[in-house]
């Protein structure tokens, strides 16, 4: 099914203008996600982690893993997928699937109808994997250095990810804006301003995984907290680029400019619904 799903792909790319500037960057998406059932024959079915109203419960289901193909003007356009069980960890797997992803994404990319743009964007095309912090590992990395594609894999944060954050000066970190204000799902709000840094960081020291990359972490002020709120991504000395887990550092404390309080830009706030005292979700923009 995989191999039909596959060459029905690469067929239909030839025919179609599926993924419509290719040759600057495309991205190759991973992630899972559990599907609850709720027969008690259903094959393959286990129970997994969910998040149900803030919670994290157990729910019997099953858990597929799924590979996308996009560019910043085309649709995802589904390029591997695997059915597992509910209780299948999410990285179960990824190597693999990432390996399959890449290939088929490169034979889709070659296969779109002959032009001279077309077969030069082929060959300078540039792709690249990204992943949350449920995928970075060993094998996950080592896939994408053997397929020589760069890579964008939110990083765990550990004591040793902290140090390496600790000593960005604080001259370093440059203040970015969003176009539209993105949701940050630690702080419950919209946030439009965050500062950005970027370092250098040896993922698996001391193995023969051992990989140097980039290591960009970006920050939050909080609002009801001086403090900062720190996210992390790691990428090769092409491209890593890690999601992680909230990390709070009291020693650095945002500056007092009137650009960077929260205050001064009411757009990146969540402000609460007019019919409920709860704050808006992402999907409610009601103010």
């Not at 550092?249 to 409920?276: I, L, Q, V």
Request: proline share 8%; net charge positive.
């Amino acid at each position: 099914m995989q191999a039909a799903a596959r060459q029905f792909l690469i067929r239909l790319a030839g025919r179609a203008p599926l993924l419509p500037s290719a040759g600057a960057v495309t991205f190759v998406d991973v992630d899972s996600l559990l599907r609850r059932v709720y027969g008690k024959q259903k094959q393959g079915a286990g129970f997994g982690h969910a998040k149900v109203g803030g919670y994290q419960v157990l729910l019997p289901g099953l858990n597929p893993l799924v590979a996308t193909i996009s560019t910043p003007g085309a649709a995802p356009l589904i390029a591997a997928t695997q059915l597992r069980a509910g209780n299948a960890g999410s990285a179960r797997g990824a190597a693999a699937l990432i390996a399959e992803a890449v290939a088929t994404t490169k034979a889709v990319i070659a296969a779109r109808p002959a032009t001279a743009a077309t077969t030069a964007a082929a060959v300078a095309a540039e792709i690249i994997v990204r992943a949350d912090p449920a995928f970075y590992s060993r094998a996950v990395i080592t896939a994408c250095r053997r397929a020589r594609v760069r890579f964008s894999v939110t990083v765990r944060i550990d004591a040793k990810v902290r140090a390496a954050i600790a000593a960005i000066s604080e001259d370093a970190w440059t203040e970015i804006r969003y176009p539209q204000p993105v949701w940050d799902e630690d702080q419950q709000r919209f946030i439009s301003r965050p500062h950005i840094a970027e370092t250098t960081y040896t993922a698996f020291e001391g193995t023969s995984h051992e990989v140097t990359a980039r290591l960009i972490a970006r920050r939050v002020p909080e609002l009801r907290n001086p403090q900062w709120t720190i996210k992390v991504n790691c990428s090769p000395s092409g491209v890593t680029t890690p999601r992680s887990p909230t990390a709070r550092t009291p020693s650095s404390r945002p500056k007092p400019s009137t650009a960077a309080t929260p205050s001064s830009n009411t757009s990146s706030e969540a402000r609460p619904c007019s019919t409920s005292r709860r704050r808006c979700p992402p999907q409610c923009r009601t103010r």
